[in-house]
T-cell receptor, first 118, second 111 residues
Framework: AQSVTQPDIHITVSEGASLELRCNYS??????LFWYVQSPGQGLQLLLK??????LVQGIKGFEAEFKRSQSSFNLRKPSVHWSDAAEYFC????????????????FGQGTILTVHP | DTAVSQTPKYLVTQMGNDKSIKCEQN?????MYWYKQDSKKFLKIMFS???????INETVPNRFSPKSPDKAHLNLHINSLELGDSAVYFC??????????FGPGTRLTVT
């Protein structure tokens, strides 16, 4: 069964500082990996995705993530955080093999709340 | 244009009532999903439909019944609502094995 762990429940950074949010996954094959962001009272917005190929993926709003198979990780990074980045961030793993009960299923981590200090 | 829309945005109802949440997507996707986000913000898939066919049915009480009249719509009907059903319900859509796009959510409060 697939699973995702986000070790940090809450992270606080100063505006302009760099950011790294951790994500570890468990999946039997090469996974599909995603980062979503949720602002209070809003839906989930896709930040970036990894399906295959280059292990460093670029997303929207200046975010990037790196897939490290050896560490089963897909950490999200941003070189300089803006106050508007304050939100909750979710890492998710999707089944890469067709068919079966996991068809299209996304499994989410528990989320990391990001607070940005001015 | 809203890609994935849900109605209503808020739903307050009493225990024992029956309610429905509607979802529509205009992205041309062939797969739609229902997720439940609990009070601790944990997101869990409930159902998935591909071309109107039920594909994923997680361990959800049978009081929850999804219905997909066509590829662009996936509704969720809940019978005999209980306090524990209070949550935010998200609809999503995708091409199969591609990224999922989420609706704005429906906050259900059962009193």
């Amino acid at each position: 069964a697939q699973s995702v762990t986000q070790p940090d429940i809450h992270i606080t950074v100063s505006e302009g500082a760099s950011l790294e949010l951790r994500c570890n996954y468990s999946y039997g094959a090469t996974p599909y990996l995603f980062w979503y962001v949720q602002s209070p009272g809003q839906g989930l917005q896709l930040l970036l995705k990894y399906f295959s190929g280059d292990t460093l993926v670029q997303g929207i709003k200046g975010f990037e993530a790196e897939f490290k198979r050896s560490q089963s990780s897909f950490n999200l990074r941003k070189p300089s955080v803006h106050w508007s980045d304050a939100a909750e961030y979710f890492c998710a793993v999707g089944a890469s093999s067709a068919g079966g009960t996991s068809y299209g299923k996304l499994t989410f981590g528990q989320g990391t709340i990001l607070t940005v200090h001015p | 244009d809203t890609a994935v829309s849900q109605t209503p945005k808020y739903l307050v109802t009493q225990m024992g009532n029956d309610k429905s949440i509607k979802c529509e997507q205009n992205l041309g996707h062939d797969t739609m999903y229902w997720y439940k986000q609990d009070s601790k913000k944990f997101l869990k898939i409930m159902f998935s439909y591909n071309n109107k066919e039920l594909i994923i049915n997680e361990t959800v009480p049978n009081r929850f019944s999804p219905k997909s009249p066509d590829k662009a719509h996936l509704n969720l009907h809940i019978n005999s609502l209980e306090l524990g059903d209070s949550a935010v319900y998200f609809c999503a859509s995708s091409q199969v094995h591609k990224e999922q796009y989420f609706g704005p959510g429906t906050r259900l409060t059962v009193t």
